[in-house]
């Protein structure tokens, strides 16, 4: 009996083991195509849970959110964020259309859904292997929270 229990397991080992060699063999790493539905699934779903992390340590705002800090953020934006996500941050430039993951609308319901916390916690610190910069080493928290309020802004606005 315990002799095809051992048996069973080591079948199951060799498909395993089987099934990561043939994955590693035809695997497509190329930035040039789109990423599959179970990478873009699990890459998303890790973001999201990296962020929220991230964001519950970042101290609460310092500047107000008004119309003065938001044109501050958007100044803040054309010069450091435009290049890859568009000017008007809803359509990319080509750089970020070809990027994986694409960058996205900061118009969206995706990017919207977030908290003030979770936008500040990615301009701040980026994300590794996704193209998106942190900011920390080139902007003060104050300039971080207004680009945060221009994104939060762009939810109320309609496209141009």
Not at 93 to 105: F, K
Request: charged letters at 20%.
């Amino acid at each position: 009996m315990a002799h095809k229990g051992r048996l069973a397991a080591v079948i199951i080992v060799v498909v395993v083991l089987g099934a990561v060699a043939y994955w590693i063999m035809t695997a497509d790493i190329s930035a040039v195509g789109s990423p599959g539905g179970v990478e873009t699934s699990i890459a998303d779903g890790m973001r999201e849970w990296y962020i929220g992390r991230g964001a519950k340590s970042v101290p609460p705002p310092t500047v107000a959110n008004n119309a003065e800090s938001i044109s501050q953020g958007e100044a803040l934006y054309s010069m450091s964020c435009a290049q890859c996500h568009g000017m008007n941050a809803r359509k990319p430039m080509p750089i970020g259309e070809w990027m994986n993951p694409r960058v996205p609308n900061l118009s969206s319901a995706d990017t919207q859904e977030m908290s003030d916390k979770e936008i500040f916690w990615v301009i701040k610190n980026g994300i590794r292997l996704s193209g998106m910069p942190g900011f920390a080493k080139l902007s003060t928290d104050p300039e971080i929270w207004q680009m945060t309020y221009y994104v939060r802004s762009l939810g109320a606005k309609p496209a141009r």
